[in-house]
């Protein structure tokens, strides 16, 4: 692989409209009219004239060897590129775009050789189109795709242009998303866009979903490795960004109707620990120069946003090196006083364990991994927080004492001895949330905090998690909370209804307990409650 491959890489995974090397400056994108830098030290004027040379053909090669401007194109597996360069006294200076004519070329013979047609990748890399002022999205893709005949006669300029519309109609939608608030946009064949709205699915008013108009929307913006891995694979993972108005994480899939898809909102300016509400107590986690520090959850619960706004608190007050390791990439982090480094698995690694194993060599101080998914995984966090790093990772588990048991259990009952010593000596804290739905609208998020003192160090070692809660419950002044201390908070605030708040209890009968101290009707518990003991009364009455 070339060298510059690997920033082409980001420029397409970004939707950057130009990639600039100017000699004594750092590489920069150009996405939505500002530049976003892309390396972290300025280029020299040979590194811009070996990266261009080590691609050039013949001639544009001699003419960079004699110092002369040239442009030439350049293809490889994300496109076709355009590159110009020029001379600013003796600055070397290099502009990359896509080369949109070599790109439909190469397109229509990738198309020729596929089953389907696929989206060019120049259309990914396209300034974002304005809200069409005619026909529904979805009808129009559908028309167009109908004229075009696309899943049918396969014609390769015909699937381009039918495209071109299947992305408009497409970022259209996930604007309407943003506009509405809505956290997911569902893509279903047989059904009309779906949205989730302050927790609940959502039909819009618009026309059914064919398989092909949905086939064309994602492969309309799929980078080019995943639309080999949805061809091979039937689901792939990948992020799309509209500029200027939001980052979405996408995964497209396929079921018994056809292939689908949902599309997550990801705000466009990062969060911070002040808007999140999140406490002083785990906000000092950020300042710990080693640790694992672990935010857990179900799936959309918040985690993502969580760990953002814990990572732009490390980038405002430190001055350190911080590597994130995700899949894909969802809030994207300006340099400030930190330098953040973001690699994609997939695009820019292999896997998380091999790209958390690369950075120790990467001379990191802090290392967020996106997902502990597997047991090397697991282990190798827990080896690089004991060596002097601070770690963030996620799990999808529902309490502070269920993560540290899912962590144990992972491994082989021969080693979980040592991993709970190891766990007991490196975990700093767990936030696990869960989010709730607001009165009035939007969700609240209640978080339950279990910090690393001495007494919970114990009771890890010595394999007594299920006491965790009774320590926690007793540390409230260590700043320590328990999720129904959380939820009753959130019900005494007047932001969630009693109801709601008991659904997301785990240990239910407490938390009704506290709800009847503060004089709050739990006749709505009561069904749930009765039923149980006359269950167990039955047997009792046999003997």
């Not at 972290?40 to 811009?48: A, E, F, H, N, S």
């Not at 004239?49 to 090669?61: G, K, M, N, T």
């Not at 946003?305 to 994130?324: A, E, K, M, P």
Request: one cysteine or more.
């Amino acid at each position: 692989m070339a060298q510059l491959d690997r920033l082409l890489s980001v420029m397409v995974s970004q939707r950057a409209t130009a990639l600039r090397l100017d000699e004594s400056e750092l590489a920069e994108l150009e996405i939505g009219g500002a530049a976003r830098p892309v390396t972290k030290t300025p280029l020299t004027g040979p590194q811009v004239v070996a990266l261009l040379r080590e691609i050039a053909p013949p001639d544009s090669a001699g003419a960079l060897d004699a110092g002369q401007p040239t442009s030439f194109s350049y293809v490889s597996e994300e496109g076709a590129f355009a590159i110009q360069t020029s001379r600013d006294g003796a600055r070397w200076r290099a502009r990359v775009t896509m080369d949109e004519t070599r790109e439909r070329q190469r397109r229509t013979g990738h198309s020729k050789a596929m089953p389907q047609p696929e989206q060019p990748a120049a259309s990914a890399l396209a300034p974002a189109h304005p809200a069409p002022t005619a026909p529904a999205p979805t009808s129009a893709v559908q028309a167009g795709a109908r004229r075009d005949g696309i899943g049918a006669s396969g014609d390769a300029i015909g699937s381009f242009d039918g495209s071109e519309r299947a992305k408009t109609a497409l970022d259209l939608l996930l604007r309407t998303i943003v506009e509405m608030n809505a956290s997911d946009l569902h893509l279903r064949c047989g059904e009309p866009p779906i949205v989730r709205l302050h927790g609940e699915m959502k039909r819009l008013d618009q026309p059914m979903l064919d398989p092909e108009t949905v086939e064309q929307m994602l492969r309309s913006i799929m980078p080019e490795r995943n639309r080999h891995e949805f061809t091979e694979t039937n689901d792939t993972d990948y992020a799309y960004e509209i500029a200027g108005v939001a980052r979405f994480r996408a995964n497209a899939l396929k079921d018994r109707n056809g292939p689908a898809a949902v599309f997550r909102q990801i705000p466009a300016t990062v969060v911070t620990v002040e808007q999140m509400g999140i406490s002083p107590e785990v906000q000092r986690l950020c300042q710990l120069n080693k640790g694992l520090v672990l935010v857990t959850g179900p799936t959309g619960s918040g985690k993502s946003t969580t760990l953002c706004s814990l990572i732009d608190l490390v980038n405002r007050s430190r001055s350190d090196h911080v590597i994130t390791i995700e899949d894909p990439i969802e809030f994207v982090h300006p340099n400030k006083k930190c330098i953040i480094t973001q690699r994609q698995v997939g695009v820019h690694t292999g896997s998380f364990k091999s790209a958390l194993r690369a950075a120790l060599r990467e001379d990191p101080d802090i290392i967020l991994v996106g997902e502990l998914r597997d047991l090397e995984t697991v282990s190798i966090a827990i080896e690089t927080a004991e060596t002097g790093h601070l770690v963030f990772g996620t799990l999808h588990t529902t309490t502070a004492a269920g993560t540290i048991d899912r962590v144990i259990d992972q491994f082989p009952a021969d080693r979980q001895a040592q991993i709970r010593v190891m766990l007991a000596e490196s975990l700093r804290g767990v936030i696990s949330q869960t989010l709730c739905k607001k009165i009035g609208g939007g969700r609240a998020a209640a978080r339950e905090v279990l910090l690393s003192i001495p007494a919970v160090v114990n009771l890890i070692r010595e394999g007594k998690t299920f006491q965790i809660p009774s320590v926690m419950q007793t540390s409230k002044r260590l700043g320590m909370v328990t999720l129904n201390d959380a939820l009753l908070e959130l019900v005494d605030s007047g932001q969630v209804e009693a109801a709601e708040a008991y659904s997301k209890a785990v240990e239910k009968t407490g938390f009704v307990a506290g709800l009847k101290s503060r004089g709050v009707d739990t006749s709505f518990a009561e069904g749930e409650a009765g039923a149980k003991p006359a269950a167990a009364s039955a047997p009792a009455g046999k003997r």
